[in-house]
């Protein structure tokens, strides 16, 4: 597949089949966001200021969504590779309404929601750390675009949310920020 075909193949995905996706291609679509790359130097994927890493993963995970993965939120930590539950049962409907009603965040197998801690970058750049935030947020998403495909899955990015409800369903602290909604799945052709 030729980079146009992908990149369109990508611009297209609107909606979602109700096939769900394997544990292992969540695993790399995790990975792929937020994933150690040195361990020692604590490195990840996506570039980060300051390498402070302020984002946090957490999946939204629909019924019969991932192979042999029960419905619920997930947190996903880089150190370990895992995922832990936070809240057990389909939070996808109550997600999808906190987001515009945008159906296709109902649809997808998961839903990765990124959410910011802003007083670890705030720390250091001051004013300008919501800036270093949703580039990488941005640089992030990206990633999951790029490995969705080449997964043979599909990826958008949801801004239109409302930032408490967001953060209360999935249970995020008051410190986070809510940045985004990456619903994935597989598309249906």
């Known amino acids: 597949m030729s980079v146009e075909e992908a990149l369109a193949k990508r611009r297209s995905v609107r909606e979602y089949a109700s ?4 544990l292992a291609r969540l695993s790399q679509l995790l990975w792929a966001a937020q ?3 040195n361990a020692r130097k604590r490195l990840r994927t996506s570039p980060s200021a300051g390498a402070l890493y302020p984002l946090k993963l957490y999946v939204v995970v629909r019924e019969g969504g991932v192979v042999d993965l029960p419905a619920g939120v997930y947190l996903y930590s880089p150190e370990e590779e895992r995922i832990t539950m936070v809240k057990d049962g389909d939070r ?3 997600l999808r309404a906190t987001a515009l009603d945008q ?5 997808a197998a998961v839903n990765i929601v990124t959410t910011a801690v802003v007083q670890r970058a705030r720390s250091k750049y001051g004013e300008r750390a919501l800036q270093y935030i949703y580039q ?3 640089h992030a998403a990206e990633n999951v675009f790029l490995q969705a495909v080449s997964l043979g899955l599909g990826a958008a990015v949801i801004g239109a949310f ?9 249970e995020a602290g008051q410190e986070e920020r809510p940045v ?4 994935v799945g597989v598309p249906l052709r």
Do not use: C, K
């Open 19 to 22: 096939a769900p996706i394997t």
């Open 35 to 37: 994933g150690l790359t």
């Open 92 to 94: 996808s409907g109550q």
């Open 103 to 107: 159906e296709m965040v109902g649809q």
């Open 136 to 138: 990488e947020s941005g």
């Open 162 to 170: 409302d930032e408490e409800e967001t953060r209360s369903i999935i």
């Open 180 to 183: 985004y909604i990456q619903p």
